[in-house]
């Protein structure tokens, strides 16, 4: 358990002279100086203010605290109010730092839990709760802001609310290595701080307001507007929900849009209603051309705006194209068919007079007849409107996607170009193909020209993608970076209808040619040329971003990703510093570094001086503390630090050797396998003896139904993987058999044969499982995402739960007995994990770096070169991914930030692995257990290919 006061503030934030970033600054400080409060404490930080009184610490673990909401428009006249109030009744509180951080805790899209939440008040005791509440409300009385969904306001229309929840208190690391706010009550009971959208207290809290009690919640159906009866809801945001209901006056099914007061506001004071108006107001402008739902109805209700339309029966674009993409693709009729009527659907709104501005999947609804329907038509203006940018990331041309999306109203500018559109159109039609990324056609940064030695992927994608390559011309002509040059609808219709359209003789994407006719087989994916100075300038420009972004002076090594993930252990491997820690390690060993070595030395003081700050050592090692003690080991043995590598060692001796899970990020497996590596590296018993032990647990926890091997998540375990029962090297068999393996020739290295041939054995049988388990179709394996369950051939490409880490286990198997069984399936789980490699992202847990780690084994332990080639390729493939950020080439963007998992670091890991070798990161040898008790080799089964090590074998360094 970790204590942490609420604030628990990052120091202070970067110095920006903006006016929009020093305004509410200004505002607090001027309040303190006017109201005496010069000796308190004002810290601001990147998203929010600390202000204390002095010699006042915050002193209650949790309570009722209150909340006061604001728009970007309101936030001074709001902060200055209400700090006069908490001022002068001495009460600590925090506000959002700026006007952008006020913009999105009131963004549509913000969690609906923390949405609005500009000030945070921290009452002293119940009876301050009630003065504050009060004197806070009549401040604030007339302004604007939206409402908390997860609290409970003084009054109906008041900017300030309450909620029950930590001020300062227990912060638990669960056993998914999460940090969660837990609140012990008086009783001692425990429960969890949530921020739900919906207001809840624990059972010892007293209602803070005598006399008055909760409304009690009932499950009555919702009728709105007096006459639409909800009957579920589609979609729910920050900035209202989407409905389906019935309409008691006509007897018809509608679709209801709710748009919530003040959500989504702007410093022009405009909000998401007004939105909604347009959109009502393009509905009807739209009615003539019959490719719209019908507006029915537009009314208020309690300060919030709802909009009623005609129910368009059907099925939304991007659930289309997922469901033809699990059949292979659309056929030849219908993808030429769907395409034209994208065509002219966007034709016909332009020819009108419109921009859509927002063309996407999401936003058309294909109908049981084929026909296309806009559903959204939000952002739809006139042509040639000023209007500030609106779209969405992946579909958006480039000269808009330069503009962003935080642009002011006095910034807007005439982006509702029909070229635009055509750009999206031409990014839709690609999607409604391929069902991949729509980046492959758009471009993977944001106001970046592609750079002129970028290689075209769409000639490639198309070999693997048959539907494609009918229309490559014409995606290639809507999508060009000049908008200029980009194709009109006229002539996209003409080609559609011409001799070079879908129907002709010599279609296909530039560079490629239709295929003659559909084959049985599955297509095989093309890859780029590897480039190795492609890949050496992505190496040198991620690790100097690594270098830039690192925060030593901070609670975290480096920044989370932009995209919302849990709070997690800040020295773990796979979301922490000891990953990122790594793959510096890795780049000043191969590369040969000073500045390198330096940020090593750097990143390795910071993750030894927090070496035992948790107070549960949890084993797993990619969220456990397994890969931390692995990480500063080989840190300091590069740093030649004796001391840092003791203490490491240390680390690693005290980890737990019984653990409800026996897997290999959360639990025993992990930890034993960090043991081994260790224990090879130091030959130290005190290592092997606790491996051993994780060992012999893992053997009790093993499930043996049907003469399977198994190993289920314990229900026991504070984990959201409990129960689990997967195949998967993550967190299940396959990950738990490599270590087994490894084990049994630890085991029999000291002579314990024993031991050994149980490890042996277990390994034995858990490969075995695998063979069974397995489908194989066009030579490629795939698996059950669970035990019993069907085989899942998409994705393909997953090291945590597919073919990646499966083969990972298989191919050392396989070295190690000498069964052809093993080796064969690890060859048609290669097959599998390059079938799309198109459809992965980059990262090393979920995306290609792990598929080009189990490649690169592949190539290693058969000696067949052709695996390296397809690594090679691979590595093209992250490379035609690569986005720009400040004159860098990085492999990752902010929204997977530089964490080992999925971020840059384990993507940069695998491509300094490529290009200067050295052994598969977080693994031992790949040393041969010794024969064992098993099924017996079958009579035409051969030996595996590729040299069998011995038990002995010390790891690779």
């Known amino acids: 358990m970790t204590t942490h006061p609420d604030p628990h503030p990052p120091p202070a934030r970067p110095h920006d002279d903006s006016a929009d970033s020093l305004l509410l600054l200004d505002v607090a400080r001027a309040v303190l100086s006017r109201s005496g409060g ?56 925090k506000f959002a730092v700026d006007l952008e951080r006020v913009t999105r805790l009131g963004d549509v899209w913000h969690d609906r839990g923390t949405g609005g939440k500009f000030i945070t008040a921290y009452p002293e005791d119940d009876d301050q709760f009630r003065i504050l509440a009060r004197e806070l409300d009549v401040a604030t009385a007339g302004l604007g802001g939206p409402r908390i969904l997860s609290d409970r306001p003084v009054r109906p229309g008041s900017l300030v609310s309450f909620r029950y929840g930590q001020f300062s208190g227990d912060m638990i690391l669960t056993d998914d290595g999460v940090l969660e706010p837990w609140m012990t009550g008086p009783d001692g009971s425990r429960i969890k701080d949530e921020r739900t959208a919906g207001f809840v207290f624990p059972p010892w809290a007293t209602y803070p307001f005598p006399g008055e009690s909760v409304a009690p919640t009932t499950a009555a159906p919702v009728l709105l507007g007096g006459r639409f009866k909800v009957v579920r809801a589609i979609r729910h945001a920050n900035k209202g929900g989407v409905y389906r209901a019935l309409d008691e006056r006509t007897g018809l099914e509608v679709i209801v849009k709710h748009s919530r007061a003040h959500v989504g506001a702007r410093l022009d004071g405009t909000d998401v209603r007004d939105r909604l108006r347009d959109e009502a107001r393009m509905l009807d402008q739209l009615a003539p051309l019959g490719v719209t739902p019908g507006k029915v109805h537009l009314f208020d209700e309690q300060g919030d705006l709802f909009l009623a339309e005609e129910l368009v029966p059907g099925q939304p674009l991007h659930l289309w194209q997922s469901a033809r993409a699990r059949d292979g693709g659309p056929g030849a009729d219908e993808a030429a068919a769907t395409v034209t009527r994208l065509v002219t659907l966007l034709r016909t709104v332009h020819e009108a007079g419109f921009v859509i501005r927002d063309f996407k999947p999401h936003n058309v609804m294909i109908t049981p007849a084929g026909d296309l329907r806009l559903i959204d038509t939000e952002y739809v203006v006139e042509a040639g409107q000023e209007r500030a940018p609106a779209y969405t990331r992946g579909f958006a041309a480039p000269e808009v996607r330069a503009l962003g999306l935080h642009a002011s109203p006095a910034e807007a500018t005439e982006v509702a170009g029909p070229e635009a559109d055509r750009f999206s159109l031409g990014v839709v039609l690609f999607s409604v193909l391929t069902d991949l990324d729509p980046r492959w056609a758009a471009g993977w940064t944001d106001g970046v020209v592609r750079p002129q030695d970028a290689q075209p992927a769409l000639p490639l994608i198309a070999l693997a993608h048959p539907a494609l390559a009918p229309f490559g011309e014409l995606i290639d002509g809507l999508t060009r970076t000049d908008p200029g040059a980009r194709w009109t609808l006229p002539h996209a219709l003409a080609w559609l209808a011409g001799p070079n359209g879908p129907s002709g003789p010599s279609t296909g994407t530039p560079g490629t040619t239709a295929p003659a006719a559909a084959t049985t087989t599955a297509p095989r994916a093309a890859l780029p040329p590897y480039r190795p100075a492609a890949i050496d300038r992505l190496l040198d420009d991620g690790v100097a971003h690594l270098q830039r972004t690192m925060t030593p002076s901070r609670a975290t090594l480096w920044p989370a990703p932009e995209w919302n993930v849990p709070r997690s252990d800040p020295c773990n491997t796979w979301n922490g510093a000891a990953g990122v820690l790594a793959t510096l390690t890795h780049g000043a060993r191969a590369r040969g570094s000073t500045s390198l070595l330096a940020t090593v030395a750097e990143a390795a003081r910071w993750l030894d001086e927090r070496l035992f700050s948790a107070d549960r050592l949890l084993p797993g090692l990619c969220f456990g503390r397994s890969g931390t003690a692995w990480a500063l080991y080989d840190a300091a043995r590069l740093l030649g630090d004796t001391a840092m590598a003791e203490r490491a060692i240390t680390l690693a001796e005290r980890l737990p050797t019984r653990w409800p899970s026996p897997d290999f990020t959360h639990g025993l497996s992990g930890a034993g396998t960090a043991r081994l590596y260790l224990w090879h590296a130091t030959a130290r018993d005190s290592l092997l003896d606790p491996a051993l032990a994780c060992a012999d647990a893992v053997l009790d926890a093993a499930d043996r139904a049907d003469g399977d091997w198994s190993w289920p998540t314990s229900h026991d375990t504070d984990s959201v993987l409990a129960g689990a029962h997967t195949y998967g090297f993550a967190h299940g068999t396959a990950g738990v058999g490599t270590f087994l393996l490894a084990a049994a020739a630890a085991a029999e290295a000291r002579g314990r044969t024993g031991d050994a041939g149980r490890y042996a054995a277990a390994a034995l049988g858990a490969g075995d499982t695998l063979v069974r388990a397995a489908r194989v179709e066009d030579g490629r394996a795939a698996w059950p995402a669970e035990v019993g369950g069907e085989a899942q051939f998409r994705p393909a490409t997953q090291w945590c739960n597919g073919p990646a880490g499966i083969g990972t286990f298989l191919v050392r198997l396989g070295s190690a007995t000498g069964l052809r069984r093993f080796a064969d399936l690890a060859e048609q789980a290669a097959a599998a994990v390059v079938g799309d490699p198109w459809r992965a992202i980059a990262g090393a847990c979920c995306g290609n770096a792990g598929t080009g780690h189990f490649l690169l084994d592949m190539a290693e332990i058969t000696g067949e070169a052709r695996y390296r080639t397809h690594a090679e390729g691979i590595a093209a493939v992250i490379e035609a991914q690569h986005c720009v950020s400040d004159g860098l080439r990085l492999v990752a963007d902010a929204t997977s930030g530089s964490e080992y998992g999925n971020g840059a670091a384990g993507i940069l890991d695998f491509l300094l692995r490529l290009r200067h070798g050295g052994a598969r990161p977080w ?4 040393a041969s257990a010794p024969p064992a008790a098993g099924p017996a080799k079958s009579p035409a089964e051969g030996p595996a290919e590729g040299p069998s090590k011995s038990p002995a074998e010390s790891p690779n360094p």
């Open 923 to 926: 693994s031992v040898s790949r």
């Open 38 to 93: 010069q000796r308190w404490t004002l810290q601001p930080t990147d998203s929010w203010c600390f202000v204390r009184p002095p010699d006042i610490a915050v002193r209650r673990a949790h309570g009722w605290k209150l909340h006061v909401s604001a728009t970007p428009l309101s936030a001074a006249l709001v902060l200055a109010r209400s700090a006069e109030v908490l001022v002068r009744h001495t009460a600590s509180f």
